[in-house]
C-alpha cells in the first residue's frame, strides 16, 4: 500500500526540524510498524516551485496544469497514493503551496464534473486524514480546528469528494495539536516552539490506524467488486 504525505510548511531554513516534515516522518513510523509492507511518499511542498491557477480551463482536456510542472508532478504522486495525509501548520490561513496545490486540485475535479456528473477525480473517496498545529498552546490550539482543519476539509469535498477520516465525534476532520511552550531568543527573530512530541505521537496514533484501516476497506471493496 502506497501512503502519500504532504508536509505542506513553507519554512524552508527549518530544514528536517521543520514541523510539518517531523510529523509526516512520524506518521511514517507509525504506518510502517502497523505493516512493513506499506511504503510513505513525503511529499515536501517547501522543495515544489508552484504557480497558482489562472482559470485557462486547459486542464479540462489534458488532466494536468499546462503551466505548472510542479503542480503535476505532486499530484501525479498523490493519484498514484492508496491513501493520503496531509500536515499543515496555520499560516493564514494555510500556507501559499498547499492553497496554490488544493485549488488546482479542485478546478481539475470540478470543470470534469460539471461537464459530466458522474466524472470521479483520481482521488475521489481515497481516505486522509489532516493535521493541522501552529505557534499555540493547548489553549489556542483548538481555534486552529476553523481556519486549517476546514479550509482543507472544503477543498477536498465537493466535488474532489475525498474519504476525509477522523478520529472521533469530537475531531471529525482530523486532529490538532499544540505547543507545549514558545519562547524567544536571542539568536533568532522566530519563536522557539517546543513540542511534546510523545503527546503528538499518541493524537496521531489512532488517526494513522483510521486512515489505514479505511484504506484497506477500500481496496477490498474495488477486489470484490471486479
Not at 510529523?23 to 510513505?40: K, P, W
Not at 482559470?55 to 493520503?84: Q, S, T, W
Request: charged share 25%; hydrophobic share 40%; glycine share 6%.
Amino acid at each position: 500500500m502506497n501512503i502519500a504525505c504532504i508536509s505542506a510548511s513553507n519554512i524552508r531554513h527549518a530544514g528536517d526540524n521543520s514541523t510539518s516534515l517531523r510529523v509526516c516522518r512520524l506518521i511514517q513510523s507509525i504506518a510502517e510498524e502497523i505493516d512493513s509492507g506499506f511504503a510513505v511518499d513525503i511529499i515536501r511542498l517547501v522543495d515544489y516551485r508552484l504557480e497558482p491557477c489562472i482559470g485557462c480551463g486547459g486542464c479540462f482536456r489534458r488532466d494536468e496544469c499546462l503551466h505548472d510542472e510542479g503542480f503535476n508532478e505532486a499530484y501525479g504522486r498523490l493519484a498514484r497514493a492508496d491513501a493520503l495525509f496531509i500536515v499543515s501548520a496555520h499560516y493564514a490561513p494555510i500556507p501559499a503551496k498547499l492553497s496554490m496545490l488544493l485549488e488546482k486540485v479542485e478546478q481539475l475535479a470540478f470543470l470534469k464534473r460539471f461537464h459530466d456528473e458522474s466524472y470521479r477525480s483520481p482521488l475521489y473517496m481515497k481516505p486522509v486524514g489532516i493535521v493541522a498545529h501552529g505557534g499555540g498552546t493547548a489553549e489556542v490550539a483548538r481555534y486552529y480546528k476553523g481556519p486549517v482543519l476546514d479550509s482543507i476539509w472544503n477543498a477536498l469535498s465537493y466535488p474532489v469528494e475525498m474519504g476525509i477520516v477522523g478520529v472521533s465525534d469530537e475531531e471529525p476532520d482530523g486532529i490538532v495539536f499544540p505547543v507545549k511552550s514558545v519562547r524567544k531568543s536571542d539568536e533568532s527573530v522566530f519563536p522557539i516552539q517546543e513540542y511534546d512530541w510523545t503527546d503528538i505521537e499518541d493524537r496521531l496514533r489512532p488517526l494513522v490506524d483510521n486512515v489505514i484501516r479505511h484504506a484497506c476497506q477500500r481496496r477490498v471493496n474495488a477486489s470484490t467488486i471486479w
